[in-house]
C-alpha cells in the first residue's frame, strides 16, 4: 500500500505553460508539505497545510500556488513554468506531534515528480 | 542566515565497515533532528530521530549522536552494506517554530565499495 503518492512521475512541458502535480496521502496525517530538490540535492520546503490551512509559505513566487480540498490531498498548480522551476518536487504527510507545546515530526515523502521545463 | 550540514560531500566506505555521517547545524533553538536516507530515483526514507534532551539514540544497525555543545549530529551506521549506499540528509525542527518546519541539511553522497 502506497502511502504518499504523487502524479505524475515525471512531467516534461514548455516555457510558459500551466501544470499541476498531485499529492495524496492514506495515513491519516493532518498535515501535508511540498519541498522541491533542485540539481544539488537541496531540499527546501515550500509550503505547508494542516488540516487544510495553510500554515508555513516560504518565499515562493507567486505563479506557485497550494490547493488543499481535504487532508488527504494536497496539489501543486504552477503557472508560466520557466526553466528555473526545473526540479524534483516532493510531498510529504506528518501528523504534528506536541510535546510541550512544541512540534517535532516524522514526515513521510512521496516518491517526487521531475518537472523538466525546456 | 543559519543553515544546517555541509556542502554535498562523499563518503566512500568498504562494505562491512562501519559509517560515520557528520552534519553541523548552526540554529541553538532547535530541539529536534532527523535523519533521512534517499536513494536514487526515490523519495527520502526516514532512518532516526531524536530530541534535544538525549545525546544518543540507537536504532537497528544506526546510531544517532548529539553534541548541543557544538551543535553536531552524527549518524553511525554499523556494518555497512551495498543497500545503504545513498545520500543522507540531517535536518532540524526549530523549537520556536510550532508547526514542524524541517530544514535540511545538504546531504552526503554514501557509496559501499565491495
Known amino acids: 500500500d502506497t502511502a504518499v503518492s504523487q502524479t505524475p512521475k515525471y512531467l516534461v512541458t514548455q516555457m510558459g505553460n500551466d501544470k499541476s502535480i498531485k499529492c495524496e496521502q492514506n495515513l491519516g496525517h493532518d498535515t501535508m508539505y511540498w519541498y522541491k530538490q533542485d540539481s544539488k540535492k537541496f531540499l527546501k520546503i515550500m509550503f505547508s497545510?494542516?488540516?487544510?490551512?495553510?500554515?508555513i509559505n516560504e518565499t515562493v513566487p507567486n505563479r506557485f500556488s497550494p490547493k488543499s480540498p481535504d487532508k488527504a490531498h494536497l496539489n501543486l498548480h504552477i503557472n508560466s513554468l520557466e526553466l528555473g522551476d526545473s526540479a524534483v518536487y516532493f510531498c510529504?504527510?506528518?501528523?504534528?506531534?506536541?510535546?510541550?507545546?512544541?512540534?517535532?515530526?516524522?514526515?513521510?515523502f512521496g516518491p517526487g515528480t521531475r518537472l523538466t521545463v525546456l | 542566515g543559519e543553515s544546517v550540514g555541509l556542502h554535498l560531500p562523499t563518503l566512500s566506505v568498504q562494505e562491512g565497515d562501519n559509517s560515520i555521517i557528520n552534519c553541523a547545524y548552526s540554529?541553538?533553538?532547535?530541539?529536534?533532528f532527523i535523519w533521512y536516507k534517499q536513494e536514487s530515483g526515490k523519495g527520502p526514507q526516514f532512518i532516526i530521530d531524536?530530541?534535544?534532551?538525549?545525546d544518543k539514540r540507537q536504532g537497528q544497525r544506526v546510531t544517532v549522536l548529539l553534541n548541543k555543545t557544538v551543535k553536531h549530529l552524527s549518524l553511525q551506521i554499523a556494518a555497512t552494506q551495498p543497500g545503504d549506499s545513498a545520500v543522507y540528509f540531517c535536518a532540524e525542527n526549530i523549537a520556536t517554530d510550532s508547526w514542524g518546519k524541517l530544514q535540511f541539511g545538504a546531504g552526503t553522497q554514501v557509496v559501499v565499495t565491495p
Open positions: 531524536i530530541r534535544s534532551n538525549m
Open positions: 510529504a504527510s506528518s501528523h504534528l506531534n506536541w510535546d510541550g507545546g512544541r512540534a517535532g515530526n516524522e514526515q513521510f
Open positions: 497545510y494542516n488540516n487544510k490551512e495553510l500554515i
Open positions: 540554529n541553538s533553538a532547535s530541539d529536534y
